[in-house]
């Protein structure tokens, strides 16, 4: 009988957490790591922190219990022993190897979750390489100027190749800062994950110059199975790169992508403690992507084409909301619209099946309703001559709307705020909301 003991992941004291961690994989324990609102009460525990019950069937630790979200708004946990986070760090390792980069000399920065993969792994590579490690607390890369000065006090700061791992929404923030952009500029590698790459930044980022490696993976492969080099980024590479050494790519009928490789999550695991097969017979792990590849001489290159599980049916077509999402947000760019964040939504309509809901927040109309119905109107003009399927019937204003730091977004928190909404239980930023739905 075995269960898992959770650790709460402090942003505050990420070296803390990391000690208490070690501990107890020193001890063979498996280890759920849960994150904690920084903003919150440190004395307080998350709803997800009880302690699962025992079950049958657990293999003998040590090794962690992750959290994955999903596009879709699951979740999930997966059980990785601590071999498949050290097989993942050597096939890094070795990646880095190729293109003449000691990892054992490396600086890595770290601005992401450590409760995810994402930020967990960064500081997993440092310490098995040997190589530098340093937090990046959440609060200074909202902050450039601090960001920049901060760092280049570190000894070694540009005497070591420097390593950092970013998500698309944190390399956009930065890059439209001066200073932020030097910082970028210093980097002699920024793996790039989480979410798709805009085609605007990605030619902002040649633009400056920046050594970007656009890469996929997910909390079920232990973090990177594929990464583009540097120099053909630069050089107008669009893929999210070759697989590392250890990997095998397929993609089915269907477009689905599959993942191999010996790094795989043993199994998820539910609320109650039971185990569930990742995997196939064949040992393929079938993700929620769907995408193609591209042969060349020696390795095949992956394009991720979105979410499979993400789409909706309106009207007999398929949308993909997270790629109307990058859409509007481009042509808001274009357009000069103050838009910080939109999340498009399924709702159900009974001649059409489903159709698009938007939530938005703006930067920069600072509550002012009638500069947010101007926005909302220089919207609305955007989406005018997309396919009916793909227009919102209705727009919501929502200050609080922000994907996790991970930069995935909640789609249950948020249809649960939306069902809110138009229930009466929550009062809209203003009523201007309600009254725009197009017919």
């Known amino acids: 009988m075995t269960s898992a003991v959770a650790v709460l992941c402090d942003p505050l004291s990420p070296e803390d957490t990391a000690i208490r961690l070690q501990a107890a994989l020193g001890k063979g324990q498996w280890v759920r790591l849960l994150g904690r609102d920084p903003s919150a009460d440190r004395g307080s525990v998350p709803p997800e922190a009880v302690q699962w019950p025992e079950a049958v069937g657990w293999p003998e630790g040590p090794g962690l219990v992750l959290s994955s979200g999903g596009s879709t708004g699951g979740r999930s946990f997966c059980l990785h022993p601590v071999g498949n986070l050290e097989r993942s760090a050597q096939a890094t390792a070795h990646w880095l190897r190729c293109i003449s980069i000691d990892p054992t000399t490396a600086l890595v920065w770290n601005p992401l979750p450590f409760h995810h993969v994402s930020g967990l792994m960064p500081w997993w590579r440092a310490c098995q390489w040997g190589a530098a490690h340093v ?237 947010a119905a101007r926005c909302l109107g220089g919207l609305r003009a955007l989406v005018s001559d997309w396919m009916p399927a793909e227009r919102p019937i209705a727009w919501h204003e929502c200050d609080e709307l922000e994907p996790t730091a991970a930069g995935k977004w909640e789609r249950a928190r948020w249809q649960v705020w939306l069902r809110s909404l138009e229930a009466g239980q929550i009062r809209p930023c203003d009523d201007y909301a309600l009254r725009h739905r197009d017919q």
């Open 135 to 371: 937090w990046l607390a959440p609060a200074l890369m909202k902050h450039p100027a601090r960001l920049l000065e901060r760092s280049v006090q570190h000894p070694a700061w540009r005497q070591q190749p420097m390593l950092l791992s970013l998500v698309p929404t944190q390399l956009r923030r930065l890059l439209v800062h001066p200073r932020g952009r030097r910082w970028l500029q210093a980097m002699d590698v920024i793996w790039v994950g989480g979410a798709s790459l805009p085609e605007d930044l990605a030619a902002a980022s040649r633009q400056a110059g920046l050594k970007l490696a656009p890469c996929y993976g997910a909390t079920e492969t232990a973090a990177m199975v594929t990464a583009q080099r540097p120099r053909d980024f630069l050089t107008g590479g669009t893929s999210c790169g070759q697989p590392l050494e250890d990997v095998d790519l397929q993609v089915g009928a269907d477009g689905a992508l599959a993942v191999r490789c010996d790094r795989l999550a043993l199994a998820r695991v539910d609320h109650s403690g039971e185990l569930h097969p990742l995997s196939d017979s064949q040992g393929w792990w079938w993700s929620g992507d769907r995408a193609r590849l591209s042969e060349t001489a020696v390795q095949p290159h992956l394009h991720v084409l979105g979410r499979r599980d993400g789409a909706i049916l309106s009207g007999g077509v398929t949308v993909y909301p997270p790629q109307l999402e990058e859409r509007l947000m481009a042509a808001a760019r274009s357009a000069s619209l103050p838009l910080g964040a939109v999340l498009l939504l399924a709702v159900s309509d009974r001649e059409w099946g489903e159709r698009l809901v938007a939530l938005v927040r703006w930067s920069g109309a600072d509550g002012d309703s009638e500069v």
